[in-house]
């Protein structure tokens, strides 16, 4: 499986978010606590969101401890929304099309989990694909198949009803080829407008996902803390795992559910998966 991190608010350097925490991403990718695999060495990948409505993404299939390339980027962008995967592949080969975050126009996706059976039921959701989207699909995982799907069930205009009706459509064919339990996934994706994150699994025992305590709250709970200074209220993370052991700053997003950060309030409701018509 993989660890990944989202974050939205202020513009903050990448290097804050993925370098200085006690528990970054980067320590993640060689010591994960809670991930399904300690180590996740099998490449990595930041996107993040500039000037324009188009996000940037660097990807390599090198560890992210190991790339220097990736330290000297960090140190030099500021971004209001930032991407970051560590992957750990659960069978499709390791190369760079097949590192998160997966971009189409102005969304990115990354997902940890998996589909069970994925070789068995690819066929079947791959010709689910959207004709004028297939061409688009560049690697061979069952993430960035889940996206493509996505899109293909209007990401852009629903994004939660785009991604229950994937889900949907998942278990259905899973269902159909007698694949038990197919649908393992936490996943965010974002316009660069908002961004939306997601928990669930089909046996109802989903990989590790949290959202940090709102700023002002964090400000007089901890106000010894530097970095909270540099932080807008609006600020808010997701992540795999709490980046820093640090008192009621980390809520576990709660199974079978889907939540929304935006500029204003956010919300956190139920996911139902909804599947295909008869």
Same mark, same amino acid.
């Given at each position: 499986?993989?660890?990944?991190?989202?974050?939205?608010?202020? %513009?903050?350097?990448?290097?804050?978010? #993925?370098?200085?925490?006690?528990? @970054?991403?980067? *320590?993640?990718? +060689?010591?994960? $606590?809670?991930?399904?695999?300690?180590?996740?060495?099998?490449?990595?990948?930041?996107?993040?969101?500039?000037?324009?409505?188009?996000?940037?993404?660097?990807?390599?299939?090198?560890?992210?401890?190991?790339?220097?390339?990736?330290?000297?980027?960090?140190?030099?962008?500021?971004?209001?929304?930032?991407?970051?995967?560590?992957?750990?592949?659960?069978?499709?080969?390791?190369?760079?099309?097949?590192?998160? %975050?997966?971009?189409?126009?102005?969304? #990115?996706?990354?997902?940890?989990? @998996?589909?069970? *059976?994925?070789? +068995?039921?690819? $066929?079947?959701?791959?010709?689910?694909?959207?004709?004028?989207?297939?061409?688009?699909?560049?690697?061979?995982?069952?993430?960035?198949?889940?996206?493509?799907?996505?899109?293909?069930?209007?990401?852009?205009?629903?994004?939660?009803?785009?991604?229950?009706?994937?889900?949907?459509?998942?278990?259905?064919?899973?269902?159909?080829?007698?694949?038990?339990?197919?649908?393992?996934?936490?996943?965010?994706?974002?316009?660069?407008?908002?961004?939306?994150?997601?928990?669930?699994?089909?046996?109802?025992?989903?990989?590790?996902?949290?959202?940090?305590?709102?700023?002002?709250?964090?400000?007089?709970?901890?106000?010894?803390?530097?970095?909270?200074?540099?932080?807008?209220?609006?600020?808010?993370?997701?992540?795999?795992?709490?980046?820093?052991?640090?008192?009621?700053?980390?809520?576990?997003?709660?199974?079978?559910?889907?939540?929304?950060?935006?500029?204003?309030?956010?919300?956190?409701?139920?996911?139902?998966?909804?599947?295909?018509?008869?």
């Amino acid at each position: 499986m993989c660890r990944w991190m989202a974050y939205f608010g202020d %513009p903050l350097p990448v290097e804050e978010l #993925l370098f200085r925490p006690q528990h @970054s991403l980067i *320590d993640q990718s +060689l010591h994960s $606590r809670l991930g399904a695999t300690t180590t996740n060495g099998d490449g990595f990948g930041i996107g993040w969101y500039g000037d324009g409505p188009r996000p940037a993404v660097f990807k390599s299939i090198d560890p992210a401890w190991n790339d220097r390339n990736l330290r000297e980027l960090a140190g030099q962008v500021s971004t209001r929304l930032f991407f970051d995967h560590v992957r750990a592949s659960t069978g499709s080969a390791v190369q760079r099309s097949n590192c998160h %975050p997966f971009r189409h126009d102005q969304w #990115l996706w990354m997902h940890n989990g @998996s589909i069970a *059976d994925f070789g +068995l039921l690819k $066929r079947d959701l791959v010709l689910a694909i959207e004709p004028a989207l297939f061409s688009d699909l560049e690697g061979s995982t069952d993430s960035e198949t889940l996206f493509f799907l996505a899109l293909s069930f209007g990401l852009a205009e629903d994004p939660v009803r785009a991604v229950e009706r994937t889900v949907g459509l998942v278990e259905d064919v899973a269902a159909r080829h007698g694949v038990a339990d197919p649908v393992q996934m936490t996943v965010a994706t974002t316009d660069g407008s908002s961004m939306w994150c997601f928990r669930y699994s089909t046996a109802g025992r989903t990989r590790s996902l949290f959202y940090s305590t709102g700023v002002a709250e964090l400000r007089a709970l901890h106000p010894e803390l530097e970095v909270l200074r540099e932080l807008g209220d609006e600020s808010r993370l997701v992540v795999s795992e709490p980046l820093r052991d640090l008192p009621d700053a980390w809520h576990e997003v709660p199974e079978s559910s889907w939540g929304v950060v935006r500029p204003g309030a956010d919300d956190l409701q139920p996911f139902r998966p909804i599947r295909p018509a008869a």
